[in-house]
């Protein structure tokens, strides 16, 4: 990440990952009990990476870097253009964004919002994507994402469940930059926690959240409308989500 940083003249701080087993005390409370025992059910590796969110969205609600942040995964790899695409981002967002996704690939329908630059969108997601790889954290974001309690899920996963922090999310469509397709630590380290996926991603309160929060954020039309092209695409096979622009979307 230093060489992709330094190819497209970007200033950064670079931050080593944190031990899944050997958890530092700031973050220690979002996994274990007051006794210092972990108890949530997510793997080493994924303690590890959440852990290491963690430790950088503390230190962006502490107004370490100003409004707002990049942060990426060691795994990513810049357009050309990625510098100057930033400001033009950040200009467009509206205010009180929370989280701006760079990176998620998605199958669903998404809507534009605003236009932002050499054929990019800024938009909002019908169905969230699984993604922590790269993304822009207001402070007020980061301080929404360190509400207390021990975490269960995995951190892309907990992106997908803005509302469950009360976060404005939105994505930048295509995405933006790519990630290598190697292996992960987290792979490396065990994967993906069973018990995670026994006791499912979504409970009953998600699922009932998620569709209301969908109209909140997209409007009841758009969300019909974004439902009906996902299930068409599904049956469809179809591997690339329709962008819905609705009338009078600002230039």
Known sequence: MTTEFLRVG???DRFS???????????RPFFCDASGQVISPLSVGEIGCYASHLAVWQRIAAGEYGSAALVCEDDMRFPDAFASFLPALLARAPSGWDLIRLSPRTKHAVVCVREIADGYSLVRYSRQPASAAAYLLSLDGARKLLAPGVRIRPVDQDFRRPWAFGLESFGVWPPMPEGHRSRSTIDAMGGRIRRVRRWGRWSVRDAVLRPVHGVRVLGLRQWCRCAAWNLIGRKLGRASPQ?????GLSP
Do not use: C, K, Q, Y
């Open 243 to 247: 962008a819905i622009r609705p009338a």
């Open 10 to 12: 970007l200033d950064f």
């Open 17 to 27: 990952a944190v031990d899944g087993i050997d958890l530092p005390g700031s973050v």
